[in-house]
């Protein structure tokens, strides 16, 4: 960057993840992009553990927002590592966004924050034209420790909202997969633990209701960083054919317009 | 005890405490209670650091019902106390509740989970007739890390409940003082540190607003330990005429009948 440059600077926590990988790829023209990753990597990164404090101002000073991407991403991540890396430090990195007086944190939430009104409503649910749809209003019903450290990454981002007037974008993501196809055999039978019952036919069709393709994962990002919205919790997939989360606050507070779609 | 008892074993974790005190004063007759805490007391304990989980185990062997009442009850305590007396050790309860098949856990949960409606709302919605209600369906707005704690709490809670098929009642409690008296002019001025900005006056309202009895609140658990609801977030105050948390749910699902008010 040089001196001439407007872009806002933007953290990104979890740089080297699949999710953070598309934000580099994808959003480096839009923002001043600056890494945050557990490992040294081949392009300029803060190197730290985000369970630990100490390492995290310097990573932060003259930051515009944040991105919160670190953390254990697989929903049957077992205690410790969600209390340290999902728990410890997310709240390390709300507390050092706030300490650098960040405007702005875009976090990293999950589905799995509410996973198990989809485990009762599974497989019909995914049915093309059922009715039930779910949001952010819906009642806590993590499916897993991973989404109960999600609720925690929600209500503490909600704190420093309220408390200190921190935007705070949280990003319930649906399925985001390396080779972004949702049309290959892989991508499709691919499905998180707690829904290890589906059948091949069944994983198919909850693949293709969650899909979220890299473009719009980077759009909606970009939405949660530039909308004037200073608090929400929205979902975040492709617009599919047989969705069952609502994407009606993603558009209405964040203006979110998905380009993509699975195959029905 | 002796072999003919047919009441249940209920273990008060934090039984040292305030609450826990109200508790085996008051239903030591009804339920054969067992008590934890973290240092040795002049009845029978077991003595335990919650956040250690191996030390937990031969508290909860035999045990039909928690009554998890354990953990930093200050609502400034900052976040290390707060993730280790709270966050680790509530997950620590649940999780030797579970493992030892006890089949009810009674969490004292608070309405610092969603503060931030009270302060928004101070110090008009104290004042008699003021219509504004909250209840556990309310989106979650914590005034405090001890309030998003108690959300914790509440989600590892719910999530025990639907994955283990754990009865899982979480009591948002009001105001309990050591003397018992909702017209001591001490009790009525002590407030929780979010709403040190109400004058005299408007301190003994909040506090005639959330006043909590000692009978009640004995009632409330008992109504919690021996209700069929087997999941619930209710709140716990007297018949206050200033109330702006509802009761319908704990009378509804647990069936709970307050005796006692704070004068108007």
Not at 62 to 71: I, K
Not at 140 to 164: C, M, N, Q, T, W
Not at 238 to 250: K, P, V
Request: charged share 20%; hydrophobic share 40%.
């Amino acid at each position: 960057m040089n001196a001439s440059d407007n872009r806002r600077t933007v953290l990104v926590t979890g740089a080297e993840g699949l999710i953070g990988t598309v934000v580099r790829e994808r959003l480096g023209d839009r923002y001043d992009l600056r890494a945050l990753t557990l490992t040294p990597q081949p392009y300029p990164s803060y190197v730290a553990d985000i369970a630990e404090y100490d390492a995290l101002p310097p990573a932060f000073a003259g930051v515009d927002a944040v991105v919160h991407l670190a953390g254990s991403p697989a929903v049957e991540t077992p205690w410790e590592p969600v209390l340290r890396n999902n728990i410890i430090g997310t709240r390390n990195v709300f507390e050092a966004a706030r300490e650098a007086g960040v405007q702005r944190v875009v976090f990293a939430s999950s589905n799995h924050a509410i996973g198990m009104y989809e485990i009762d409503g599974a497989p019909s649910i995914y049915a093309l034209g059922d009715p039930r749809v779910y949001d952010a209003h819906a009642e806590p019903r993590p499916d897993s420790l991973y989404g109960v450290s999600k609720l925690f990454g929600e209500a503490i981002g909600r704190l420093h909202h309220d408390l200190h007037g921190m935007a705070v974008i949280c990003l319930r993501i649906g399925t985001v997969r390396p080779d972004d196809d949702p049309a290959s055999e892989a991508t499709l039978q691919a499905i998180p633990e707690p829904l290890a019952f589906l059948n091949p036919k069944q994983r198919r069709e909850r693949t293709r209701a969650t899909w979220l393709s890299h473009r719009d994962c980077a759009n909606l990002i970009a939405c949660a960083l530039d909308a004037p919205a200073d608090w929400a919790i929205v979902y975040g997939i492709s617009n599919n054919s047989r969705q069952f989360w609502s994407l009606d606050d993603a558009r209405a507070l964040l203006g979110y317009a998905p380009n993509d779609a699975a195959p029905i």
